[in-house]
């Protein structure tokens, strides 16, 4: 391949991001010799002529692309032959919104690489969007709460936080946060708010992001198990504010005998959740948790509606869906949302929904690609492990079959379509292509 494109990304107004920025498409420029251009786009966060100065040139359109990057999925008619594309396609789960754009690949003799399926020999993720996407949910629920709050009377610091969006960078977001942070140590939290417990399900990259977040404020750990014991002992400072982590075995319990984790993950089957026995002691939950339909979930409706028919006034007040799987271990997230409009509100006992923060129920935040909200900060980062992965790339041949194309064993499990075909590890999408589904 001797070209290289950055398209320009059109799924919504609000993602900015891009695959590569100009420091490393200069770096990568340098070592390869390929040819680069960027797609002319009003909205990415980094300016054409940075790519210029680069060494890219600026394009219309993606023709003169034999390699084309982007983040998120492309629509099925922007589709050129012949052509390698690199993105988050969202088909290896048999996604029926994308089965068709799928397809099409396949009609084009086209090549699919998708970053999410770059992996080691142990299944890790090697191009990803790290932490951003803990970040950006962090910030967005804390602003949400803030004016939910005022709007109920309730006046707390947290009316001074601000989505995500409107920060330059994660790093200037959590100086204000801890501005905010001393601002709760002197003057503490209305009394009908305290203490104010944060929960955060799931330890990984996302949930660190949320944690470095929340860390900015005079938070004090505290073991999940400790809550009930705590809150029934009046020990918790009343104005404090508490994060607690969960981790698997705070989540679901054995239907019979002992928690044990790798038993759990191959088998959820034999497990249920135990995670409604935390819920009326939480103001705010945030799901980190990657979640499949055979796993059990964590929060369902009838949790809810017990906990609302148990109380007069619920602590719970808002759910940060990170991980935003619709239906799944959140199952009051019924659709997602976008940094517009990110936010509704339901009501457990009636299952109503509106759109908004206001009104009776659980403020739910279901945006789905909150690492879009910083983009200067989550671009540089993903940008930094995907170029290592390109002169591999630029450097295949792709004559032959993919077993002998020369490319690296990380980005041959990431190909799911090799010139028209599904590659084997690929081979059950079929089942998903049925021409009447897509």
């Not at 660190?208 to 977040?213: D, E, K, L, V, Y």
Request: proline share 5%; aromatic share 10%; charged share 25%.
């Amino acid at each position: 391949m001797q070209s290289v494109l950055i398209r320009a990304e059109d799924k919504n107004v609000w993602e900015r991001r891009a695959p590569l920025v100009p420091e490393d498409v200069q770096e990568l420029k340098s070592r390869t010799g390929a040819e680069m251009f960027v797609q002319r786009s009003e909205k990415r966060f980094f300016k054409e002529a940075a790519y210029e100065q680069a060494g890219a040139s600026v394009c219309d359109d993606m023709e003169p692309g034999d390699l084309i990057l982007g983040i998120k999925e492309i629509p099925r008619e922007k589709l050129l032959q012949g052509r390698t594309y690199c993105f988050f396609s969202h088909t290896i789960k048999g996604q029926a919104a994308n089965m068709s754009l799928l397809r099409q690949i396949m009609e084009d003799g086209s090549t699919l690489i998708d970053y999410e399926r770059i992996v080691d020999e142990k299944n890790r993720r090697l191009v990803y969007f790290g932490r951003y996407a803990g970040d950006a949910g962090a910030l967005d629920i804390l602003s949400l709460m803030g004016r939910r709050w005022e709007q109920q009377g309730l006046r707390t610091p947290f009316a001074q936080c601000r989505p995500a969006v409107e920060y330059s960078s994660v790093q200037e977001a959590r100086e204000h946060l801890q501005e905010v942070g001393r601002e709760i140590r002197e003057k503490g939290l209305p009394g009908e708010l305290g203490p104010l417990v944060i929960a955060v399900l799931g330890y990984g990259n996302v949930s660190s992001g949320a944690q470095q977040i929340f860390d900015c404020l005079p938070v004090q750990r505290i073991d999940p198990r400790e809550l009930q014991r705590l809150a029934e002992s009046k020990q918790l400072d009343p104005q404090g504010i508490y994060l607690s982590i969960f981790q698997e075995q705070d989540l679901v319990k054995p239907k019979q005998g002992d928690f044990l984790l790798q038993d759990y993950y191959e088998h959820p089957e034999r497990y249920e959740s135990c995670f409604q026995e935390f819920l009326p002691h939480i103001n705010i939950l945030v799901n980190a948790v990657y979640w499949e339909s055979r796993y059990p979930r964590f929060v369902t409706w009838e949790d809810l509606e017990r906990l609302f028919k148990s109380e007069a006034a619920p602590k719970l007040s808002g759910i940060a869906d990170i991980s935003c799987d619709v239906g799944g271990a959140i199952e009051c997230n019924v659709k997602t949302t976008d940094t517009g409009q990110p936010s509704y509100v339901v009501q457990p006992l009636t299952r109503e929904v509106h759109d908004g923060y206001a009104g009776e129920g659980i403020v739910v935040l279901a945006v789905d690609n909150l690492p879009a909200e910083v983009p200067n900060d989550s671009s540089r980062f993903f940008s930094e492990q995907l170029k290592g992965f390109l002169p591999s790339l630029l450097e295949a041949d792709f004559a032959g079959s993919l077993e002998d194309s020369g490319l690296c064993s990380e980005l041959q499990r990431a190909v799911i379509v090799y010139k028209g075909k599904l590659t084997p590890d690929y081979q059950y999408l079929e089942n998903f292509l049925d021409p009447k589904r897509v």
